[in-house]
């Protein structure tokens, strides 16, 4: 059973940047795929980012490639987002999650059901 962490939300300004963190308990950390969803207010979860268990390949949703990055330590059981140049629409709940199996294509990144273990989220606000 693998417990997630997250930390780094809070409130921004818009182009700003804000870096999530997301702390692994499961020592082997480096077995898991990883990945950040989000949720906004009266919408479904939404696919934003995900890393194999290297790091060497990552997928991002359209809506934030080129502002975001995913990156993971496996050496510290973390795996970060950065985000900058944020907008009113990142603003939501930010989940980590992690997924049995080293590697997955693309599509099977940004599918829900692909992760077996989830975080409790942090709020990341966007104030225009």
């Known amino acids: 059973q693998v417990q997630l962490v997250e930390s780094g939300g809070g409130l921004v300004q818009v182009g700003g940047s804000l870096r999530l963190s997301c702390a692994a308990s499961e020592r082997t950390f480096s077995s898991y795929r990883m990945g950040w969803f989000r949720q906004a207010p009266g919408k479904e979860r939404e696919f934003v980012a995900a890393v194999t268990w290297s790091g060497h390949n990552t997928y991002y949703a359209a809506s934030v490639k080129g502002r975001f990055t995913i990156s993971r330590d496996n050496a510290k059981n973390t795996v970060y987002l950065q985000m900058n140049s944020l907008k009113p629409e990142d603003t939501a709940v930010y989940f980590c999650?992690?997924?049995?199996?080293?590697?997955?294509?693309?599509?099977?990144?940004?599918?829900?059901?692909?992760?077996?273990?989830w975080g409790q989220g942090t709020q990341v606000t966007v104030s225009s």
């Open positions: 999650a992690a997924g049995d199996g080293r590697y997955f294509g693309s599509q099977a990144a940004m599918r829900a059901d692909e992760y077996d273990y």
